[in-house]
C-alpha cells in the first residue's frame, strides 16, 4: 500500500490549491481516505475524510466551506480542492488510508509523505 501526495505550493492569502493523493498497489475506492495537516510546532490534526461506503465526506470546523474532498476511482485518486487559503492553512499536508467503510471507523494506518502548503499573507 503506499500514497503519493502531491499538489502543494505557495499561494497567496485567497488563492487556491489542489491537493491529490494517488494509490498504487491497492484500489482507493475500497478504503477511507483522511486529509490531515501538521503546521510547524503543532501536532498533526485532520482535516477531512471521504467514506469508502457512500462517500458521505467530513470536514473540520476551520476548513468547512473552503476546502472540497473527492474521489476519482478511475485515477485510483482522492483530491483535496482547497479555496479561499489563509496563512493558517500553512502546513504540511498528509494522506493517509483505511480499509474500513466510514470515517468514524477509521485507524490510519497507511501514510503518504507529505507535500508542503505556503500561504502567504
Known amino acids: 500500500v503506499q500514497l503519493q501526495a502531491s499538489g502543494g505550493g505557495l499561494v497567496q492569502t485567497g488563492g487556491s490549491l489542489r491537493l491529490s493523493c494517488a494509490a498504487s498497489?491497492?484500489?482507493?475506492?475500497?478504503?477511507?481516505i483522511g486529509w490531515f495537516r501538521q503546521a510547524p510546532g503543532k501536532e498533526r490534526k485532520g482535516v477531512s475524510c471521504?467514506?469508502?461506503?457512500?462517500?458521505?465526506?467530513y470536514y473540520a470546523e476551520s476548513v468547512k466551506g473552503r476546502f472540497t474532498i473527492s474521489r476519482d476511482n478511475a485515477k485510483n485518486t482522492v483530491y483535496l480542492q482547497m479555496n479561499s487559503l489563509e496563512p493558517e492553512d500553512t502546513a504540511v499536508y498528509y494522506c493517509?488510508?483505511?480499509?474500513?467503510?466510514?470515517?468514524?471507523?477509521?485507524?490510519?494506518?497507511?501514510w503518504g509523505q507529505g507535500t508542503l502548503v505556503t500561504v502567504s499573507s
Open positions: 471521504i467514506s469508502s461506503s457512500d462517500n458521505s465526506t
Open positions: 493517509a488510508a483505511d480499509y474500513s467503510e466510514t470515517c468514524d471507523r477509521a485507524d490510519f494506518g497507511s
Open positions: 498497489g491497492f484500489t482507493l475506492a475500497y478504503y477511507v
